[in-house]
């Protein structure tokens, strides 16, 4: 009996291994995204949608959904074997209209341009998956993290070894430099800071959020990083100012 049962859980559980083998891997600019095909509908991973929308908690993201457009399933993921939530293409498209991601609208046409024509007409998905992409794509997506602020890097990329990311002080790139160029950069800088606040105070009296829209946050974080940035420039210039003057002033 007991080795009936053995057998009987084998079988049950080769026939899971085999389902969950269907997984497929789809590259979405640097998003992996697992999913499968099944007699040519396509599910993907609700989790890692909801990741590429900027949507936090998958699981209220679900309750948006109608039954019909999401389900549990089994998946082989780089965890091994899982029941995971899975949304169909039509709950894909229902959530980039609920994300405020800026690529929203990217991911909704690459899915019905690019992903859904191929499974309709060949019943699987053969363009460029997670493998293809390798280590290239995983060391671009730490890239991108690195190298979010303005500034100076040293990338450092060896054979078979991940790429290596410094930042590098400000001082370093004030070698040789006029005093007169460095304040006329940081009085632009200030100007244009002082400007945007001018602007952003009548914006909010005329009732315009355009501090908003993500345009407008990443303009406002730019503006903001640019009047710091010339502070420590001018700071910097000035002590390396001043150490480029000591010895003469020592030997006076």
């Known amino acids: 009996m007991t080795k009936d049962r053995d057998t009987e859980a084998g079988a049950v559980a080769a026939e899971a291994v085999h ?33 590429v929308l900027g949507l936090s908690n998958s699981r209220d993201a679900m309750l948006r959904l109608d039954d019909d457009e999401h389900t549990s399933m089994k998946m082989m993921t780089h965890g091994g074997l899982q029941t995971v939530n899975a949304v169909s293409r039509s709950g894909a ?12 609208k990217a991911f909704r046409r690459w899915v019905t341009d690019a992903v859904l024509p191929e499974v309709f007409e060949t019943g ?25 602020l303005p500034g100076r890097y040293m990338v450092l990329n060896l054979p078979g070894r991940p790429l290596h990311i410094e930042a590098r002080d400000l001082e ?14 940081v009085s632009s800088a200030q100007l244009v800071g002082s400007l945007w606040r001018n602007f952003r105070t009548e914006d909010v009296i005329m009732n315009k959020a355009v501090t908003e829209n993500s345009c407008g946050q990443q303009l406002d974080q730019a503006i903001s990083l640019s009047t710091r940035l010339a502070q420590w420039v001018m700071q910097a210039a000035t002590t390396a100012q001043k150490e480029r003057e000591r010895p003469d002033a020592l030997t006076k």
């Not at 095909?37 to 396509?42: N, R």
């Not at 699987?124 to 979010?148: N, W």
Request: proline share 1%; hydrophobic share 40%.
């Open 19 to 51: 389902d969950a083998a269907r997984t497929t891997e789809f590259m979405f600019q640097n998003h992996c995204l697992e999913g499968v095909v099944h007699e040519g509908k396509l599910w993907l991973r609700a989790s890692q949608v909801c990741m």
């Open 124 to 148: 699987s998905y053969l363009g460029k998956d997670c493998s293809q992409a390798g280590v290239e794509g995983v060391e671009m997506m730490r890239l991108r993290e690195r190298l979010r």
């Open 93 to 104: 498209l229902h959530l980039t209209f609920v994300s405020r991601c800026p690529h929203a």
């Open 172 to 185: 370093e790139i004030l070698v040789e430099v006029d005093q007169a160029d460095v304040q006329a950069l």
